[in-house]
């Protein structure tokens, strides 16, 4: 005889079918995912996609760089100059407009890297398909693209202004070139020590001193160098080497002779063993700073 049923036992469970299907779409891959984040990093670095006053820093150092370039050529137009008053590669060498550049690198490079270790959001990045040399490297490219951006604007409007005031083509497209190759060793060198330094703290605002400590200082430190072995008469060639002590003097210093830049009596790479020693310690400060920058990332 079969029992009756036990109305007192909780109801049993009930498969829902709501139409969940496995993926037949394309698949795409490590090579999508790591242009997607430099898309991300580059727009991040400029504060587009987040608030508004995100976008005030970067814009306003942008302006600070592109006005007077705006100037400069406005004076050569009215006052019919046969060559700009400040050359291209003069322009974007000159210190108070480096400053500007130190700014930013030291404002959004701690964007890139530390909000990711602030919100422990760096492991869902590589959970899969990219891998932790996709993600330095999407990182690093877009700092780089976003510092290159920012000085190539200026160099843009000094070329147009040439062209539209009548200045000789030839002349302005070589030189236009050459700073294009200046700014790229900036903001390739920037990048490097400004993602490092920003990756070593998942504080924003520790990141920003930090770069803005190591960039300054030992810029301080190459110029007191550099006044105490010049002393109060002309500056001896030996004096140069001061801007070893510096990241950005040694990169200053090198496209300085390699353009033959003399604006405000800069430091400059002395003779041909300065030029390879300064290209030298350029690329171990690159190359060094994107492998420490990899081993870090090896450990989370």
């Known amino acids: 005889m079969s029992l009756p049923p036990d109305h007192t036992a909780p109801d049993s469970g009930v498969i829902h079918n709501i139409g969940y299907r496995g993926y037949q779409g394309p698949r795409l891959g490590r090579g999508y995912a790591t242009r997607s984040l430099f898309v991300q990093g580059l727009r991040a670095a400029y504060g587009l996609g987040r608030s508004g006053k995100s976008k005030v820093l970067p814009m306003l150092v942008a302006a600070a760089l592109a006005v007077p370039a705006l100037v400069i050529v406005a004076v050569a137009v009215i006052m019919k100059l046969d ?17 500007f550049v130190l700014i930013f690198l030291a404002a959004q490079a701690p964007v890139l890297m530390s909000r990711d270790l602030r919100h422990n959001t760096v492991p869902l990045y590589f959970s899969r398909p990219i891998t932790r040399g996709d993600y330095v490297k999407a990182r690093f490219l877009a700092m ?18 040439a062209l539209l005031a009548g200045l000789p083509f030839g002349e302005n497209t070589a030189h236009f070139g050459q700073s294009l190759v200046a700014a790229a060793l900036y903001s390739v060198l920037y990048s490097a020590i400004g993602l490092l330094i920003a990756a070593a703290t998942p504080r924003r605002g520790f990141g920003v001193a930090a770069i803005m400590g190591v960039m300054f200082v030992s810029s301080l430190l190459a110029g007191i160098v550099y006044g105490l072995g010049s002393g109060v008469g002309p500056a001896p060639e030996s004096a140069n080497w001061a ?40 690329a171990v400060l690159i190359g060094g700073s994107y492998w420490l920058l990899l081993r870090r990332y090896r450990n989370i």
């Open 83 to 99: 060559k700009l008053p400040v050359g291209y590669a003069d322009y974007i060498s000159l210190s108070l407009l480096g400053l």
């Open 144 to 161: 780089a693209a976003a510092l290159m951006l920012l000085m190539t604007v200026p160099l843009v409007v000094l070329y147009l202004g």
């Open 243 to 282: 801007a070893v002590l510096s990241p950005s003097t040694v990169s200053q210093a090198l496209v300085n002779e390699v353009f033959s830049i003399t604006t405000g009596g800069s430091m400059h790479a002395p003779g041909g063993l300065g030029i390879a020693v300064f290209a030298l310690e350029t």
